[in-house]
């Protein structure tokens, strides 16, 4: 079956990095794109970044994240630099089966089961 396994996340001071990778199994990697959401608690999960042939940020990350993936890997990555405490989520992992990019969680196919990413002040 399909997975899809976050790993990277942790706690982190304000100004600080971290990487976020995605692992994915049991899909044709290259057939989908990639979308990195979060969620913190209380607010509806968003999207931060995702990556087909082309990227896409958020406005509040932009210039801060940068997305890539590894075809030869399987994996995908999310680079966080100048972490903020409002970026302090959970992070998940999605994939979509063609290579338009979307915001629409409904539009994604497949899910990981997200990693913490806390930002200290």
């Known amino acids: 079956q399909v997975q899809l396994v976050e790993s990277g996340g942790g706690l982190v001071q304000a100004g600080g990095s971290l990487r976020l990778s995605c692992a994915a199994s049991?899909?044709?990697?290259?057939?989908?794109?990639y979308g990195w959401f979060r969620q913190a608690p209380g607010k509806e999960r968003e999207l931060v970044a995702s990556?087909?042939?082309?990227?896409y940020y958020a406005v509040s990350v932009k210039g801060r994240f940068t997305i890539s993936r590894d075809n030869a890997k399987n994996t995908v990555y999310l680079q966080m630099n100048s972490l903020k405490p409002e970026d302090t989520a959970v992070y998940f992992c999605?994939?979509?089966?063609?290579?338009?990019?979307?915001?629409?969680?409904?539009?994604?196919?497949?899910w990981g089961q997200g990693t913490q990413v806390t930002v200290s002040s």
């Open positions: 999605a994939a979509k089966f063609d290579d338009t990019h979307s915001t629409k969680m409904n539009d994604y196919n497949y």
């Open positions: 049991g899909l044709t990697f290259r057939q989908y794109m």
């Open positions: 990556v087909s042939w082309s990227t």
